[in-house]
């Protein structure tokens, strides 16, 4: 995984998703407009953290090179470097693979 050139602030994650299924379980091959958007992804930047009320920053639970899932209709879709990205904040993380 190559370093890219951003940093998110406070509590967000910046995601690279998975690729699409081409293929259904059956072996039926998709077109893309049949493809549905991958909630899948791995993590490449995290923020600082939420700053908390007392001044300090919240700890994030998720850390570089994290495999997520993420709601289907959270954060935002950038370009980077060329490469698709998405920024979440943390709550819309749904779950970290292990």
């Known amino acids: 995984m190559a370093k890219i050139n951003l940093r998110p602030l406070d509590d967000r994650i910046v995601v690279q998703p998975s690729?699409?299924?081409?293929?259904t379980a059956g072996g039926i091959v998709l077109p893309d407009s049949a493809r549905e958007k991958p909630q899948r992804g791995t993590v490449v930047a995290v923020g600082p953290g939420k700053l908390l009320d007392s001044g300090n920053r919240g700890e994030l639970s998720v850390a570089?090179?994290?495999v997520v899932i993420y709601g289907r209709y959270?954060?935002?879709?950038?370009?980077?470097?060329g490469k698709e990205l998405k920024i979440l904040r943390e709550s819309d993380i749904l779950a970290k693979l292990l």
């Open 64 to 66: 570089v090179g994290d």
């Open 74 to 81: 959270g954060g935002s879709e950038v370009e980077v470097d």
């Open 19 to 23: 690729e699409a299924e081409e293929t």
